[in-house]
T-cell receptor
Framework: SQQGEEDPQALSIQEGENATMNCSYKTSINNLQWYRQNSGRGLVHLILIRSNEREKHSGRLRVTLDTSKKSSSLLITASRAADTASYFC?????????FGAGTRLFVKA | AAGVIQSPRHLIKEKRETATLKCYPIPRHDTVYWYQQGPGQDPQFLIS???????DKGSIPDRFSAQQFSDYHSELNMSSLELGDSALYFCASSHGTGNTEAFFGQGTRLTVV
């Protein structure tokens, strides 16, 4: 399956610290995306990294992609309490995007 | 900017009833995806459409059907509802497939009682 699998499943950090979440997948992909979801709310697209890219930045977000290891990481620097949410990676191949189980991030003020 | 619109936002149905969820993609987006997210679960891919044709199918029960219309909006029809169908149903749209990002609607929360 293409499903992204993430670790850790839950992460609790202090405000100001960096948070790193990892995602692994099993098959070839066109791109990998990271989404954020606040409890019971919609999915917000954070960043897309294409299969031929290795690193991408957007504000406090840094995403890496290693297609040889079929893995990606999302780094959130200088975390804020408002970053508390679930973060999902999603891999796209063909006509579908498959989501991983998500990492629940809790940033303590 | 226009986003993906889903309706209704909340829906309560009884067991064995039917439900229809609607999704209006971002203008000029030709691809629509449907996902189901149970409580505490990750979003599960159900089905997708590209240019009004079914393009891929995931874990969609036989009791569910979907289609994409000429104006690119999509409807997910759910029959013989079961308690386990209670979930958030998300629709996403993109322009083309492959290397394009998908934008999600706010979801429809279906509760089956």
């Amino acid at each position: 399956s293409q499903q992204g699998e993430e670790d850790p499943q839950a992460l609790s950090i202090q405000e100001g610290e960096n948070a790193t979440m990892n995602c692994s997948y099993k098959t070839s992909i066109n791109n990998l995306q990271w989404y954020r979801q606040n409890s019971g709310r919609g999915l917000v697209h954070l960043i897309l990294i294409r299969s031929n890219e290795r690193e991408k930045h957007s504000g406090r977000l840094r995403v890496t992609l290693d297609t040889s290891k079929k893995s990606s990481s999302l780094l959130i620097t200088a975390s804020r309490a408002a970053d508390t949410a679930s973060y999902f990676c999603a891999v796209t191949g063909g006509f579908k995007t498959i989501f991983g189980a998500g990492t629940r991030l809790f940033v303590k003020a | 900017a226009a986003g993906v619109i889903q309706s209704p936002r909340h829906l309560i149905k009884e067991k064995r009833e039917t439900a229809t969820l609607k999704c209006y993609p971002i203008p000029r987006h030709d691809t629509v995806y449907w996902y189901q997210q149970g409580p505490g679960q990750d979003p599960q891919f159900l089905i997708s459409f590209y240019e009004k044709m079914q393009s891929d199918k995931g874990s969609i029960p036989d009791r569910f059907s979907a289609q994409q219309f000429s104006d690119y909006h999509s409807e997910l029809n759910m029959s013989s509802l079961e308690l386990g169908d209670s979930a958030l149903y998300f629709c996403a749209s993109s322009h083309g497939t492959g290397n394009t990002e998908a934008f999600f609607g706010q979801g429809t929360r279906l509760t089956v009682v």
